[in-house]
């Protein structure tokens, strides 16, 4: 028998810093940096992936920054600016020598140097599809063309695709002809004589059949195509919905013009997730590299709203101002009140935000969650009345204001939790981002909501 107390606890043994830079290593390599070390500076980094030397870049300071592009010099690899973040790459871009920037991004594919160009000043902007051969750069021209955060920014052009006639062995030996295909592919695109796609063909099956195979038998059960102008947002979310690894993309003729693939898709629903939760925490699209003013820019607009809802919650205040005087006990609590209202309401928020964009919230379950999330709020205020109004009691000693203290509670909850639900739905359906304008909102009634309740309350029941 195995003693149960000699085996190893997985969960103690967890490394909670898996995946991060090795502290020691960066260390070195800013050593290297100071020491103008380049063949130590190169040994240091080669072993690194392009995503963490991108998280290194941004971590360490900029004269570091500068002194360490500089010092890597032709090693600086593509993927690097790829994988860097937006407000960061500029600056890179600015410091690369145009040589080393040429060599950079020829290594990449159409659709990462479209993220990368896309939001530089033309002059970088130029520099870099300069450095492209003609027919990169005219795909990455025509890419640029389509509205930004569409599937045509979001594709590669790169497309392995073959005719739908073809068999198996045919295609492999296309294939092994090739000299330009895509680093990475997942799928054979079949297309008819309009170049429109009718089916995909994934490599394992392709090299698990026989050569006189027909390519039209041994299809995706699953096939979706992408229109060239959706939205990446429905693109992402038709990735994770329906299990895609790669889609291709068609033009208003339906005919193929690129692909998309998981790692791009899934790119972008984690852009999505940071910018709910940034937005609803207030902070805009601030990165940890942005510079003092325009962290307090961006963050400004948000405090502003935040003081006029301060106000307006204010002036509720004041209107109970003689009861407030007569009953200091009243002072005392009220926060209370609003404070649980308004983590009520930031948690039926948060859960609608996020339904909302992951379309499982839809006007055929709304009024269910709405009456879901009623429902909670009176629970949990009955039980937190139930505790408040024994802490009035025995705070206070009278259980007037223990009731009052309840019967808010109560009240405050449950239109939390209506507010919570409402608000981001009906910001949705008027064409507001739900995640930009609901928690302003939301705090604004559940605070006006708590103080009126309580303070009236205790208007009518104790004075």
Same mark, same amino acid.
């Given at each position: ?30 050593? &290297? ?16 992936? &392009? ?116 068999? %198996? ?16 592919? !997942? ?13 995909? %063909? ?17 299809? $995706? ?20 919905? !329906? ?22 898709? #899934? ?10 939760? #940034? ?43 003689? $009861? ?57 205020? %009955? ?19 223990? !009731? ?9 909850? %449950? ?49």
């Amino acid at each position: 028998m195995v003693d149960e107390t000699d085996q190893p606890d997985l969960e103690d043994d967890r490394d909670d810093d898996a995946y991060e830079l090795d502290e020691d290593a960066v260390d070195r390599i800013i050593e &290297a940096v100071e020491a103008g070390n380049q063949t130590r500076l190169q040994e240091e980094l080669e072993p690194l992936h &392009a995503a963490d030397i991108a998280d290194l870049l941004e971590q360490i300071s900029r004269s570091e920054r500068r002194d360490l592009i500089l010092l890597y010099d032709r090693d600086f690899d593509g993927e690097i600016l790829s994988e860097l973040d937006d407000s960061l790459r500029e600056e890179v871009i600015g410091i690369l020598h145009p040589e080393v920037l040429a060599d950079a991004v020829r290594e990449l594919e159409t659709d990462d140097v479209v993220d990368l160009v896309e939001d530089l000043e033309d002059e970088q902007q130029e520099a870099i599809l300069g450095a492209l051969e003609d027919s990169d750069r005219v795909a990455v021209e025509s890419s640029l063309t389509y509205p930004e955060y569409s599937a045509g920014r979001l594709m590669q052009r790169e497309v392995v695709m073959a005719p739908e006639h073809w068999n %198996v062995g045919e295609a492999i030996d296309y294939l092994r002809d090739q000299d330009d295909l895509p680093e990475q592919f !997942y799928h054979i695109t079949l297309v008819d004589v309009r170049m429109r796609p009718v089916g995909d %063909v994934t490599l394992g099956k392709l090299m698990a059949s026989r050569r006189e195979i027909l390519l039209t038998t041994i299809v $995706e059960d699953s096939f979706h195509v992408i229109p060239v102008n959706q939205d990446e947002e429905d693109v992402a979310y038709a990735f994770n919905q !329906y299990h895609l690894i790669s889609a291709p993309v068609v033009d208003e003729d339906e005919r193929l013009v690129g692909v998309i693939t998981i790692d791009d898709a #899934m790119a972008v629903l984690d852009e999505e997730h940071e910018e709910d939760i #940034m937005r609803l925490a207030g902070v805009g699209e601030n990165s940890l590299s942005d510079k003092v003013i325009e962290t307090a820019k961006g963050r400004f607009p948000w405090l502003a709203v935040n003081l006029v809802t301060a106000i307006l919650a204010s002036m509720v205040i004041s209107m109970f101002d003689q $009861e407030i005087a007569q009953l200091v006990a009243l002072a005392v609590l009220m926060p209370i009140v609003a404070s649980m209202g308004g983590n009520a309401g930031t948690q039926s928020l948060t859960v609608a935000v996020r339904a909302i964009a992951t379309k499982d919230l839809t006007g055929r379950n709304v009024w269910r969650v709405i009456r879901r999330e009623v429902l909670v709020g009176l629970i949990n205020g %009955v039980i937190f009345a139930i505790v408040m109004g024994l802490v009035g009691i025995f705070w206070f000693g009278g259980p007037e204001l223990g !009731y009052v203290i309840g019967a808010a509670m109560v009240i405050n909850l %449950v239109v939390a939790g209506l507010a919570g639900t409402v608000i981001p739905v009906l910001l949705e359906r008027v064409g507001v981002d739900p995640a930009l304008a609901s928690g302003a909102f939301v705090t604004t009634v559940t605070d006006i909501v708590g103080f009126f309740a309580f303070l009236g309350l205790a208007a009518v029941v104790l004075l």
